[in-house]
């Protein structure tokens, strides 16, 4: 079974940093992508980064480019979501996701397994 476990979200000021981790467990295949979504209320799940395991290969939404950056630790089985420069509109609860290799990076339809969310959100 896969499991998802995220952390490192909390309460930051505008122009801050927070660094997310999801550590995973259970997966039995071998390509994959996992992926950083979030949601706040009233809108829609979007992606915000996604990444490619078997060839390293990036996604990041417009609106965090330059801002926001993906990484995996694999001996820790671990990804990570460093946030920089942070802004109100950033205030959500952030997943991360996991899908097989034909899923679309944005595409929150795709994934598979979900973890548990972390609420990031970003005074002014």
């Known amino acids: 079974e896969v499991q998802l476990v995220e952390s490192g979200g909390g309460l930051v000021q505008a122009g801050g940093s927070l660094r997310l981790s999801c550590a995973a467990s259970g997966f039995t295949f071998d390509d994959y992508v996992i992926g950083w979504f979030r949601q706040a209320p009233g809108k829609e799940r979007e992606g915000v980064s996604c990444m490619g395991k078997s060839d390293g290969s990036t996604y990041y939404a417009d609106s965090v480019k330059g801002r926001f950056t993906i990484s995996s630790d694999n001996a820790k089985n671990t990804v990570y979501l460093q946030m920089n420069s942070l802004k109100p509109e950033d205030t959500a609860v952030y997943y991360c996701?996991?899908?097989?290799?034909?899923?679309?990076?944005?595409?929150?339809?795709?994934?598979?397994?979900w973890g548990q969310g972390t609420q990031v959100t970003v005074s002014s």
């Open positions: 996701a996991v899908g097989g290799p034909a899923v679309v990076f944005a595409d929150p339809r795709g994934y598979d397994s």
